[in-house]
């Protein structure tokens, strides 16, 4: 007898497995895909090789620098010994027959600074940038106002320099101490040094401030110092070290006078400048030949020895053969002991 058919129920496509010809479908393991595929690790030796390659190329840039160097100072203390000797022969002589060519050198000093990777090598002193990383500060003070005058009253001088706002409260009948007390306690918040020379108050400001500044900042007080309600822009007029040429004067004898001591300094200070850095070049060289030369005496010795084992019939070659023959060798395992 034939048995009645029943009717089956079919699933639908979407929940039937696919079929291959190897039978289901491969299913793919999220966390393997997201999984980050490990970097090959670098070997010993081309660590060190890479540390030897760094320490090469910044003694290589140190001795760059300090030729660099060398030449610009060089220079400097040519043209002023050379003008030291014509102010000596000018006040000797009584004449300024020569005031062309002292201009001349003078204008050079100031001029002729050298340069290394697009920066000064020595700043407007004539010191050297790189000891500091930063040029020496600039002398100046204000033009039209004297905050260390005593008032019959207490004054709120309101400052603005760049975007930063500075209040110095002058007491009244203040001592000139005092008041310098106070001018040095509000600038300081942005590096801005005060002093009192022979009366004076004076400023030290930063090379990178002075530039931002363009020879002027922002005042307003209350009608003692300064007139109250608007800012008002008051001038910063320069002051010029001694060790700055542009400070010299060589037009007439009494300038050449006063100015001599100044030249005379700093030629002194360029040739012991110069002896620092001729020092330091040979340092520097001497470290670079030391790289460069690989191997030191004592250590040649065992590399030598070491390299006649890697040498043997049964050393490093026979090594890599009976690596490369084994199943669980990886490529990373043989990449690391190659490099």
């Not at 201009?103 to 020595?122: C, I, P, T, V």
């Not at 003692?224 to 070290?241: D, S, T, Y």
């Not at 690989?294 to 026979?318: A, C, H, K, T, Y």
Request: with cysteine; charged share 20%; hydrophobic share 40%.
């Amino acid at each position: 007898m034939l048995s009645a058919i029943r009717d089956t129920q079919i699933s639908p496509l979407s929940h039937q497995p696919r079929l291959n010809g190897l039978g289901s479908a491969p299913t793919v393991n999220a966390s393997a895909q997201s999984r980050p595929v490990p970097a090959t690790p670098l070997s010993k030796h081309r660590l060190l090789c890479y540390d030897r390659w760094e320490r090469i190329s910044r003694g290589h840039h140190q001795v760059l620098y300090a030729q660099a160097a060398e030449e610009t100072l060089m220079q400097q203390w040519r043209r002023g010994r050379k003008l030291q000797q014509m102010m000596s022969q000018a006040l000797s002589q009584g004449s300024l027959a020569q005031a062309a060519e002292m201009e001349r050198l003078r204008r050079q000093m100031l001029g002729r600074r050298g340069s290394f990777a697009g920066k000064a090598l020595l700043d407007h002193r004539l010191e050297p940038v790189a000891e500091r990383g930063a040029s020496s500060p600039r002398l100046c003070q204000l033009k039209s106002v004297d905050l260390l005058s005593a008032k019959d009253r207490a004054e709120a001088i309101d400052l603005r320099i760049g975007d930063l706002w500075l209040q110095l409260p002058l007491p009244a009948d203040g001592t000139p101490q005092k008041q310098l007390a106070v001018v040095q306690r509000a600038l300081s918040q942005c590096g801005i040094e005060a002093s009192s020379v022979e009366g004076q108050l004076q400023f030290a400001l930063p090379d990178v401030l002075w530039q931002r500044l363009d020879g002027h900042w922002w005042m307003r007080g209350q009608g003692q110092r300064l007139p109250a309600g608007e800012l008002r822009g008051i001038k910063l007029v320069e002051l010029h070290h001694w060790q700055d040429p542009r400070g010299w004067i060589l037009n007439d004898l009494q300038g050449i006078k006063d100015s001599l001591p100044r030249v005379q300094g700093v030629v002194a200070k360029l040739a012991r400048l110069l002896k620092q850095m001729r020092h330091a070049l040979e340092l520097a060289s001497e470290r670079l030949l030391g790289e460069r030369g690989g191997l030191q005496l004592q250590e040649l010795s065992e590399q030598l020895d070491s390299l006649s084992q890697l040498l043997q019939p049964q050393g490093f070659g026979r090594r890599m053969q009976n690596l490369m023959a084994q199943a669980n060798t990886s490529r990373n395992q043989t990449q690391a002991l190659l490099y």
